[in-house]
Nanobody, 126 residues
Framework: QVQLVESGGGSVQVGGSLRLSCAAS????????MAWFRQAPGKEREGVTA???????RYTDSVKGRFTISKDNAKDTLYLEMTSLKIEDTAMYYC????????????????????WGQGTQVTVSS
C-alpha cells in the first residue's frame, strides 16, 4: 500500500510563492506516476500537474509557467513549486500516485490514480 503525506500549505498574498511537498512510502513497484490535484470550495477536484518516473510532465493550462512539479527520488518526495499565486489558486491540494503505462504525457484524471494523500490547504489572499 502507498502512503502519501502532503505538507507546505499555508496562506500567502497574491503574487507570492509556496512549495508543497508530498512524502511517499510503500509499494514503489505499483506506481510510476505522481500528480497534484486541487479542489476549491464548491468545485470539483481538478488535476494540476503530473510527473512520470522518466520525467514526462503535464500541466493544466491555468498553471503553466507558474507551477513546477519535481521529485527527489532519493527521498521519494514529490514537490510543487508555486509562484505568482492568484486568488483562484486557493484550494485544498492533494498528492496522488498511480501507474501509467502509456507513452504520452501523464494523465490528470482522478481515475488514473489509486493512492491519495489527505491534502494541504493553500489560501491566496489580496
Amino acid at each position: 500500500q502507498v502512503q502519501l503525506v502532503e505538507s507546505g500549505g499555508g496562506s500567502v498574498q497574491v503574487g507570492g510563492s509556496l512549495r508543497l511537498s508530498c512524502a511517499a512510502s510503500g509499494h514503489t513497484y505499483t506506481r510510476n506516476n505522481m500528480a497534484w490535484f486541487r479542489q476549491a470550495p464548491g468545485k470539483e477536484r481538478e488535476g494540476v500537474t503530473a510527473l512520470t518516473d522518466d520525467g514526462r510532465t503535464r500541466y493544466t493550462d491555468s498553471v503553466k509557467g507558474r507551477f513546477t512539479i519535481s521529485k527527489d527520488n532519493a527521498k521519494d518526495t514529490l514537490y510543487l513549486e508555486m509562484t505568482s499565486l492568484k486568488i483562484e489558486d486557493t484550494a485544498m491540494y492533494y498528492c496522488a500516485a498511480g501507474w501509467y503505462g502509456g507513452v504520452g504525457l501523464p494523465p490528470l484524471t482522478e481515475r488514473s490514480y489509486t493512492a491519495w494523500g489527505q491534502g494541504t490547504q493553500v489560501t491566496v489572499s489580496s
